[in-house]
């Protein structure tokens, strides 16, 4: 199963960057970005959409790794809580019963 996740994990890539290179090849024309009162130089449109992709893979990345850490870290505390459960129960497996009586 994780050779068959791989692998498509290996094709979607190939794809996306089949589909990376065309759009490159498609918009070679020079292109200037106006955002309020600041205007970019004139670079080829696929220069614009190679960085937005960037971008975006680098702000994905972000929230995927807070996301990890914050996985990890409740992973970590609810180990460390069996683990006093375990303690827990095993003293009170090792205490005799006490009598009534």
Do not use: K
């Not at 290179?21 to 020079?30: E, F, G, L, Q, Y």
């Not at 970019?40 to 790794?65: E, I, M, Q, R």
């Amino acid at each position: 199963m994780d050779r068959l996740l791989r692998t498509i994990g290996w094709i979607f890539f190939a794809a996306l960057a089949v589909i990376a290179a065309i759009a490159m090849v498609d918009n070679r024309a020079p292109a200037t970005v106006h955002f309020l009162d600041w205007q970019s130089a004139d670079v080829p449109l696929y220069w614009w959409l190679v960085g937005a992709f960037l971008f975006g893979c680098a702000c994905g990345a972000t929230f995927v790794g807070v996301a990890l850490i914050r996985a990890r870290s409740a992973a970590r505390r609810a180990r460390a809580e069996l683990s006093r459960s375990q303690a827990a129960l095993e003293a009170t497996r090792r205490t005799p019963p006490a009598s009534t009586g």
